[in-house]
Every structure is written in structure tokens, then in C-alpha cells.
């Protein structure tokens, strides 16, 4: 499942613009997690809870939608993105009974050891010049990316240990925050403008 749905991910990438991708993403989590939550873990949640939840996702759809306008958002990448949700939804949920008797710390090794290699396979299969890549990096360009495999280990980690902690459905939620971040990252370092309707969108996910 996470190394399909990391296909989709990248995938997704050449169809919608990276500063849209964060908000969808988490956006079409919540809801998902929260209804397969509700149906496949039985789980219970109260008014006041749903709430917050379909007013965190309204307000991430909002920001998207209003970013959309912008940027040119392919029909295609709105698949990929609800395939790699939906995917990373269950994913999540079998996560929550697998950490019951396997330790977060070794799913989390076997998931990003299986990513890597598997997309090593993906990149060799569909060509464009990956080993050749790999040879001309500069050593900074290198150093970004061992950063960026870094933080992506230590998502998957910290992921994990919520989910292990909370559950996936207040997981998804604490996420939302990370389109949030992204926006405040992007307006303070990039100079990234958001319209008065992606700062409403903004006050309605936190």
C-alpha cells in the first residue's frame, strides 16, 4: 500500500502545483480516515468532534480550490492524489492494529526500506536518465536530498508514534496543521502571496 500510494504521490506532482498539493492531500485524508474510522474501527465520535473535523477539511479544500484558480490543476492529479489519500487512509488504519504487536519503530524501517527500493525499481523501469542523475549531483544538490530523506523518515516515525498514541483518526486531524506551516513557510521564505479567502480557509482548519 505506501509504495503505491508513494507512486501516486510523486506522480501527482507533474499534474498539480507543489504549493496545492499539502492542502489536498490532508484534506481528502480527514475526511476519509474519519468515515473509514467510523466504519471499520467503530469508532465513536461526538458532534462537537465531527465538527471540527468537516471545518478543518472545509477550510483545506478551501485553500485549495481558491489556489487552483492560479495554478493549473490537471484532471489526472486530482486522481493520483484521491488514490494516494485513499490508500494512505488504510494504511493508516491497518497501522493501528499492526502497532499493537509490532513495535513503530520497525514498521517504520520496513515501510521506508520497501519505498526506497521499490522506487528505485519505478524510477529504472520508466527511464529518464536515473542512474546518469544520480552520477552528475553536485554535492550540495546530494546534501538537500539526504536532508529531505531525512525528514521524510522522521514523518514516517513521528506518524506512526501518533497514530500508536491517538489513533488515525486524531492523527489525521493533527496534520491538517502541516498545510498550515507550509503556507506560513512559503509566505515568509518564497514571498508567496494568499488571497483573503486562503486566510479564511486558514482560521476554519485551525
Known sequence: ????????????????????????????QLI???FLSIIFLKEKFNKKTLLFTFLSAFG????????????????MGLVLMFVYSFLTSIDMLF?????????????????????CFSMLAFSLISGGGFLSSILLLDLKTFGIILLVVLFSYGNRFL?????FKF????????????????SIVAIIIFNENLSNIQYFGIIFTV
Request: overall charge positive; charged content about 10%.
Open 60 to 75: 483545506l479544500f478551501v485553500i485549495f480550490f481558491e489556489g487552483s484558480k492560479i495554478g493549473n490543476v490537471n484532471l
Open 95 to 115: 497501522l493501528k492494529n499492526l502497532l499493537n504487536e509490532v513495535s513503530f519503530k520497525t514498521i517504520t524501517f520496513f515501510k521506508m526500506f520497501g519505498i
Open 32 to 34: 476519509i480516515v474519519t
Open 1 to 28: 500500500i505506501s509504495v503505491v500510494s508513494t507512486i501516486c504521490f510523486f506522480m501527482s506532482y507533474e499534474y498539480i502545483p507543489v504549493s496545492l498539493i499539502t492542502t489536498l492531500e490532508f484534506g481528502l
Open 167 to 182: 489513533g488515525p483518526s486524531k492523527t489525521s486531524l493533527i496534520l491538517c496543521l502541516i498545510p498550515i506551516f507550509s
Open 159 to 163: 506518524t506512526s508514534l501518533s497514530i
